[in-house]
Nanobody
Framework: QVQLVESGGGLVQAGGSLRLSCAAS????????MGWFRQAPGKEREFVAF????????FYADSVQGRFTISRDNAKSTVYLQMNSRKPEDTAVYYC?????????????????????WGQGTQVTVSS
């Protein structure tokens, strides 16, 4: 089992950058595939980015491809989401999620139901 806590959210101007962190507690973090999702006001939660257990596999939603980068530091039990070139439509609550999936790089996990563990979310607001 793993517990997830997101941090790094806040207010940023359009075009700016922000890095979110998701710290995990529990054993064997490196065996978990990790994902970032977001939920904007009045909308359903949507997939943002995925990274496999060892970091060798990543996948992004079309809306963030080329602007966001997901990475992980297994020694620190943390996954990151670097967000550049922010747009007002990136405003949302961002959640990290985990699923036990050692030694598997593919396929990427794109659906909420693929993940067993979730953080509480962190608010990101992009002003125009």
């Amino acid at each position: 089992q793993v517990q997830l806590v997101e941090s790094g959210g806040g207010l940023v101007q359009a075009g700016g950058s922000l890095r979110l962190s998701c710290a995990a507690s529990g054993r064997s973090f490196s065996n978990y595939a990790m994902g970032w999702f977001r939920q904007a006001p009045g909308k359903e939660r949507e997939f943002v980015a995925f990274i496999s257990w060892g970091g060798g596999g990543t996948f992004y939603a079309d809306s963030v491809q080329g602007r966001f980068t997901i990475s992980r530091d297994n020694a620190k039990s943390t996954v990151y989401l670097q967000m550049n070139s922010r747009k007002p439509e990136d405003t949302a609550v961002y959640y990290c999620a985990a699923d036990w999936r050692p030694f598997q790089t593919a396929p990427p996990l794109l659906n909420e139901d693929d993940y067993d563990y979730w953080g509480q979310g962190t608010q990101v607001t992009v002003s125009s």
